[in-house]
């Protein structure tokens, strides 16, 4: 069986200051991970994605993954946030043999001060 | 451009009015698959299609109906809509169920049942 956990519900953050969003995953097989976000009144787009290359993931907007297996972690980063990163981030695992199905974390909101 | 479009993407009705949320993909993609959003829960997994006249349950189909006539298309349908189905729903489809081949989610349609 898979799962996620989202450490966090909420992150704040101050403009400019590192983000930190938690996610540990638990998979019988050797899975795959995503980081999605979704912006008020949008849908889910596709931050970056770990498919067994690299274990270091670099996504669009400058975030960034590390994936530990010995943790099983996959929690995402950002050097610097920009007020445009408010939105809400959902840590994603699946594997080829679940048919496509995505299990979804249970999501974090990121909320940037000025 | 590539995309993913629900329809309508706001409704309240009442108990049992039969409904119907329709998707359509114009990326050519044999995947599609309805999701529904909420609170504290993330995103769960109502019904998939792997390609035409192929359809299977995911996590919660529990209410809920699914057609795919056509590739491009993957409506839901709630025969008998009840207040717990009450939620954010999103479609989303990719070119299969591979790890490379993540999904593409349209903008969601909130439905209210009254």
């Known amino acids: 069986a898979q799962s996620v956990t989202q450490l966090d519900s909420h992150v704040s953050v101050s403009e400019g200051t590192p983000v930190l969003l938690r996610c540990n995953y638990s998979s019988s097989y050797s899975p795959s991970l995503f980081w999605y976000v979704q912006h008020p009144n949008k849908g889910l787009q596709l931050l970056l994605k770990y498919t067994s290359a690299a274990t270091l993931v670099k996504g669009i907007n400058g975030f960034e993954a590390e994936f530990k297996k010995s943790e099983t972690s996959f929690h995402l980063t950002k050097p610097s946030a920009h007020m445009s990163d408010a939105a809400e981030y959902f840590c994603?695992?699946?594997?080829?043999?679940?048919?496509?199905?995505?299990?979804f974390g249970q999501g974090t909101e990121l909320s940037v001060k000025p | 451009e590539a995309q993913v479009t629900q329809n309508p993407r706001y409704l309240i009705t009442v108990t049992g009015k039969k409904l119907t949320v329709t998707c359509s993909q114009n990326?050519?993609?044999?995947?599609m698959s309805w999701y529904r959003q909420d609170p504290g829960l993330g995103l769960r997994q109502i019904y998939y299609s792997m390609n035409v006249e192929v359809t299977d349950k995911g996590d919660v189909p529990e209410g809920y109906k699914v057609s795919r006539k056509e590739k491009r298309n993957f409506p839901l349908i709630l025969e008998s809509p009840s207040p717990n189905q009450t939620s954010l729903y999103f479609c989303a489809s990719s070119p299969g169920t591979g790890d490379n081949q993540p999904q593409h989610f349209g903008d969601g349609t909130r439905l209210s049942i009254l």
């Open positions: 990326m050519n993609h044999e995947y």
């Open positions: 994603v695992v699946t594997h080829y043999n679940q048919g496509g199905k995505l299990i």
